[in-house]
């Protein structure tokens, strides 16, 4: 029984002005320009008939609208049944409990609104959808529903199986598990493992042992330490003692200095003391020059004096009276040079007269051996009397000079021979004997050194008891059997250390694996070691056949969709023989006669001539795709109404033709109506 509309009732709203009440044959033809509602009513229609929500394939854009009316139906029940907007069912819900089911898209397939021939709900270069496809030739989507079904996961269709290992991406949900499941696995292993490990072997036993192990031995290494603290401290007393009883170094090196005193003071008085020889043999020069000199006076005495120049004083007297007449003239540089001339003359009468020449001696051999004497005693030749009298004064000089140093060297004498009686005492003292005076040097160096020496031992024993860091106690222990070792000290006390930070760490994590245990098995069980064990055992067990189930099921589902790439390929093979098919090729050729049937290829579909030449759909021109795609939508009508008429819905479907087409279509639609098809057409 065909399906078809017998009555059209729609209220105004939108572009529709007027109320229409239609009642609809065979072929029913609305005529309007644009804007008068004609897409309106075919909307109208669509929300009346059929499921227009989101999940109904349609995929048009309906407006909303608030007028009322109604489309009466025929073929769906014994009698006519009126539809509207809100009531349901509709026709496409009609058939669900069919066991032929309808498409989903049968809207897409009846009606054609505002020339939109498309069989797609996208814009799809072939204008027809796989899914389309699938639905009609290939088990009613048999594959596809498999695949969406949510108990096989896409992402198990990229994955793979290679040597016990499943590899994929994506969202695959047991994949995640599966992982889950082993970081589980492998975390509860862990916990055994560090279980069997720490546990059973007695590792805080162990390091117990060894901390206190090691502690003993310090302590011997400390006793050790405390006998060398009190042994440095009898050393440091001892030699402070032996250095307080030596003479202070300022001391030491003040008797040192003395003593190079005393030496220069007696160099001094040696020096002194020549030359106080040397000035005592020169008395005897003295008392002969003093003979010497009176002998020489009274050989010379005897010999009688010639006058003083009488010429001097003549021409001194002549000078002097020229000067006075220049002066009575007012010449005064004459009178000048006059003077200075008179004065000359009279300076040399003077002299000539106090200066008279020696006389010429009357004894010559008592003059030459005065002469001969003075040349052996002073080593120069004897001149005239003033030789003498000079060698006389220096004598007496000599003589004074004599005095001066017998004074000095009795004091200076007396002085050394006190300094040298308080060195030798002090010296002596310090070394509790007698010292000789060739020991003093000796004996001093001797001192200096001991008090290096000791000061030396003093400062490293304060320096070796201050690295010790330890106080002496004052006990008179016995020597300990582990002597004192700086080094084997450090390297034990690091030793010891580290096992009590392993200790430490150890005991922190047995706590941790406590916890871990209590979180991994709950708190039912007892918190002894024993149940813990046992009880992570059991989880582990749980775990492993977890994830051997995850793992079955994953590779069931890869296996799955192996299958299903495989049924595939069928259904490939069967969309071509669906397009192929007696009905689909029978509408092609009728609303598009230079083509005879449909192909779908890896490139899309195309059509087929007489030739069996291919043409992609994509790539004809409009009106011929608008053709193609009319005789797609008879044809897969006719497959879903299992070949019973029903009614076509068409606004403007012929826009995109030419004129002869359009007429040559007209003309198919009225033998389609002829067939036994309702046609609606809505045009200009």
């Given at each position: 029984m065909s399906i078809r509309i017998e009555r059209v009732q729609v209220k105004p709203g939108g572009p529709l002005e007027q109320s229409i009440d239609w009642s609809c044959g065979d072929l029913t033809l609305a005529y309007g320009p644009n804007e008068t509602g004609k897409s309106y009513v075919v909307e109208f229609l669509v929300k009346c008939l059929f499921r227009t929500g989101a999940r109904s394939g349609s995929g048009w854009n309906l407006r909303d609208m608030g007028g009322g009316g109604g489309v009466t139906v025929s073929g769906l029940e014994d009698q006519p049944v009126k539809m509207s907007i809100s009531k349901r069912p509709k026709i496409d819900e009609t058939w669900d409990a069919d066991p032929r089911g309808?498409?989903?898209?049968?809207?897409?397939?009846?009606?054609?609104?505002?020339?939109?021939?498309?069989?797609?709900?996208?814009?799809?270069?072939?204008?027809?959808?796989?899914?389309?496809?699938?639905?009609?030739?290939?088990?009613?989507?048999?594959?596809?529903?498999?695949?969406?079904?949510?108990?096989?996961?896409?992402?198990?269709?990229?994955?793979?199986?290679?040597?016990?290992?499943?590899?994929?991406?994506?969202?695959?949900?047991?994949?995640?598990?599966?992982?889950?499941?082993?970081?589980?696995?492998?975390?509860?292993?862990?916990?055994?493992?560090?279980?069997?490990?720490?546990?059973?072997?007695?590792?805080?036993?162990?390091?117990?042992?060894?901390?206190?192990?090691?502690?003993?031995?310090?302590?011997?290494?400390?006793?050790?330490?405390?006998?060398?603290?009190?042994?440095?401290?009898?050393?440091?007393?001892?030699?402070?003692?032996?250095?307080?009883?030596?003479?202070?170094t300022e001391t030491i090196e003040s008797v040192s200095a003395d003593l190079r005193s005393l030496r220069r003071a007696r160099a001094t008085v040696e020096t002194k003391q020549e030359r106080q020889h040397e000035?005592?043999?020169?008395?005897?020069?003295?008392?002969?020059?003093?003979?010497?000199?009176?002998?020489?006076?009274?050989?010379?005495?005897?010999?009688?004096?010639?006058?003083?120049?009488?010429?001097?004083?003549?021409?001194?007297?002549?000078?002097?009276?020229?000067?006075?007449?220049?002066?009575?003239f007012a010449q005064r540089l004459a009178l000048g040079l006059l003077a200075v001339v008179a004065g000359g003359l009279a300076a040399a009468h003077l002299w000539r007269t106090r200066n008279p020449p020696a006389p010429e001696p009357d004894d010559p051999v008592e003059l030459e051996r005065i002469a001969t004497e003075f040349q052996r005693r002073f080593h120069q030749p004897l001149g005239d009397r003033a030789s003498l009298e000079q060698k006389i004064e220096a004598l007496k000089k000599l003589g004074r000079e004599a005095e001066v140093l017998g004074e000095q060297l009795g004091v200076e004498t007396a002085e050394i021979r006190h300094e040298t009686d308080r060195i030798r005492r002090l010296l002596s003292g310090w070394k509790n004997e007698d010292v000789s005076e060739d020991e003093w040097d000796s004996h001093i160096e001797s001192l200096r050194r001991e008090r290096q020496q000791l000061d030396q031992r003093v400062r490293e024993t304060r320096s070796e008891l201050d690295r010790l860091g330890l106080s002496p106690d004052g006990k008179d222990a016995p020597s300990p059997e582990t002597p004192w070792d700086p080094d084997h000290f450090q390297h034990l006390t690091e030793q010891h250390r580290q096992a009590v930070a392993d200790l430490d760490d150890e005991i922190h994590d047995q706590s941790q694996l406590l916890e871990e245990a209590h979180r991994s098995v709950g708190d039912t069980v007892d918190p002894d070691w024993e149940s813990l064990l046992a009880a992570l055992e059991h989880v582990l067990a749980d775990r492993r056949r977890d994830y051997r189930n995850v793992t079955a099921r994953m590779i069931a589902q890869v296996a799955v969709h192996r299958v299903l790439d495989d049924v595939a390929d069928e259904e490939a093979r069967m969309i071509q023989d669906g397009l192929e098919g007696a009905v689909i090729r029978e509408s092609i050729r009728l609303m598009c006669p230079r083509y005879v049937a449909l192909r779908f290829t890896e490139d899309g579909l195309v059509v087929v001539d007489d030739d069996d030449d291919e043409f992609p759909v994509k790539d004809l021109s409009t009106g011929a795709r608008e053709q193609v795609f009319l005789g797609s939508r008879l044809g897969f009508a006719r497959l879903a109404l299992d070949g019973h008429p029903a009614f076509l819905v068409l606004d403007d479907a012929f826009q995109h033709s030419d004129w002869s087409r359009?007429?040559?279509l007209v003309q198919q639609v009225v033998t389609l109506v002829e067939a036994g098809w309702q046609v609606l057409y809505f045009t200009m």
């Amino acid at each position: 029984m065909s399906i078809r509309i017998e009555r059209v009732q729609v209220k105004p709203g939108g572009p529709l002005e007027q109320s229409i009440d239609w009642s609809c044959g065979d072929l029913t033809l609305a005529y309007g320009p644009n804007e008068t509602g004609k897409s309106y009513v075919v909307e109208f229609l669509v929300k009346c008939l059929f499921r227009t929500g989101a999940r109904s394939g349609s995929g048009w854009n309906l407006r909303d609208m608030g007028g009322g009316g109604g489309v009466t139906v025929s073929g769906l029940e014994d009698q006519p049944v009126k539809m509207s907007i809100s009531k349901r069912p509709k026709i496409d819900e009609t058939w669900d409990a069919d066991p032929r089911g309808l498409p989903q898209d049968l809207c897409r397939l009846l009606v054609v609104s505002q020339g939109n021939t498309r069989l797609s709900t996208s814009e799809t270069a072939d204008g027809i959808e796989t899914d389309m496809l699938r639905e009609f030739f290939s088990g009613e989507h048999l594959i596809e529903s498999i695949r969406n079904n949510r108990a096989l996961p896409k992402s198990a269709a990229s994955a793979s199986l290679e040597s016990g290992t499943i590899s994929g991406s994506g969202q695959w949900s047991d994949k995640g598990e599966r992982e889950r499941i082993l970081a589980e696995i492998g975390s509860t292993q862990d916990l055994v493992d560090r279980f069997n490990d720490q546990v059973s072997h007695g590792a805080i036993a162990a390091l117990s042992a060894s901390r206190d192990q090691l502690a003993e031995q310090l302590e011997q290494l400390q006793a050790g330490r405390q006998y060398r603290a009190n042994q440095l401290d009898s050393q440091l007393t001892s030699s402070t003692d032996q250095l307080e009883a030596l003479p202070s170094t300022e001391t030491i090196e003040s008797v040192s200095a003395d003593l190079r005193s005393l030496r220069r003071a007696r160099a001094t008085v040696e020096t002194k003391q020549e030359r106080q020889h040397e000035l005592a043999g020169q008395r005897d020069d003295l008392e002969w020059t003093v003979s010497a000199l009176d002998h020489y006076d009274r050989i010379i005495s005897a010999r009688p004096e010639s006058s003083p120049s009488r010429g001097l004083a003549i021409a001194s007297a002549a000078v002097a009276a020229v000067a006075v007449v220049a002066g009575l003239f007012a010449q005064r540089l004459a009178l000048g040079l006059l003077a200075v001339v008179a004065g000359g003359l009279a300076a040399a009468h003077l002299w000539r007269t106090r200066n008279p020449p020696a006389p010429e001696p009357d004894d010559p051999v008592e003059l030459e051996r005065i002469a001969t004497e003075f040349q052996r005693r002073f080593h120069q030749p004897l001149g005239d009397r003033a030789s003498l009298e000079q060698k006389i004064e220096a004598l007496k000089k000599l003589g004074r000079e004599a005095e001066v140093l017998g004074e000095q060297l009795g004091v200076e004498t007396a002085e050394i021979r006190h300094e040298t009686d308080r060195i030798r005492r002090l010296l002596s003292g310090w070394k509790n004997e007698d010292v000789s005076e060739d020991e003093w040097d000796s004996h001093i160096e001797s001192l200096r050194r001991e008090r290096q020496q000791l000061d030396q031992r003093v400062r490293e024993t304060r320096s070796e008891l201050d690295r010790l860091g330890l106080s002496p106690d004052g006990k008179d222990a016995p020597s300990p059997e582990t002597p004192w070792d700086p080094d084997h000290f450090q390297h034990l006390t690091e030793q010891h250390r580290q096992a009590v930070a392993d200790l430490d760490d150890e005991i922190h994590d047995q706590s941790q694996l406590l916890e871990e245990a209590h979180r991994s098995v709950g708190d039912t069980v007892d918190p002894d070691w024993e149940s813990l064990l046992a009880a992570l055992e059991h989880v582990l067990a749980d775990r492993r056949r977890d994830y051997r189930n995850v793992t079955a099921r994953m590779i069931a589902q890869v296996a799955v969709h192996r299958v299903l790439d495989d049924v595939a390929d069928e259904e490939a093979r069967m969309i071509q023989d669906g397009l192929e098919g007696a009905v689909i090729r029978e509408s092609i050729r009728l609303m598009c006669p230079r083509y005879v049937a449909l192909r779908f290829t890896e490139d899309g579909l195309v059509v087929v001539d007489d030739d069996d030449d291919e043409f992609p759909v994509k790539d004809l021109s409009t009106g011929a795709r608008e053709q193609v795609f009319l005789g797609s939508r008879l044809g897969f009508a006719r497959l879903a109404l299992d070949g019973h008429p029903a009614f076509l819905v068409l606004d403007d479907a012929f826009q995109h033709s030419d004129w002869s087409r359009r007429e040559w279509l007209v003309q198919q639609v009225v033998t389609l109506v002829e067939a036994g098809w309702q046609v609606l057409y809505f045009t200009m």
